[in-house]
């Protein structure tokens, strides 16, 4: 592999990556022993590793304390790159026809 291709893979999102940089870090023998650390079901692990489930916040913030690895590097090593988080004004407005109450 060239180093073009090498970046390229380190720069798509691949939580894989992170879960298995986690089982190797604490030392684990596989997902099931994964999900014991973090403290979540073992599908929640299967579920991001098929990309039927993001990493959330909350799980996020729990690699960080099982691990001791920042949430930076967390980030990085699944692949997302952003240096800011946006909230989509969509979030705060309500939805067609609704009133509120008050």
Do not use: C
């Not at 999900?35 to 909350?58: F, Q, T, W």
């Not at 930076?72 to 705060?92: A, C, E, V």
């Amino acid at each position: 592999m060239n180093s073009d291709s090498d970046s390229d893979e380190l720069l798509q999102y691949n939580p894989n990556r992170l879960l298995d940089t986690l089982i190797e870090n604490l030392r684990l023998k596989n997902d099931a022993a994964l999900s014991r650390a973090l403290e979540v079901a073992p599908p929640v692990i299967s579920k991001i590793r098929h990309h039927r489930l993001p990493v959330g916040a909350s799980l996020l913030i729990r690699m960080h304390e099982v691990s001791d690895l920042s949430i930076r590097d967390l980030r990085y090593l699944m692949g997302d790159r952003r240096n800011k988080f946006r909230i989509s004004d969509k979030q705060f407005k309500p939805k067609e026809g609704e009133t509120s109450q008050g």
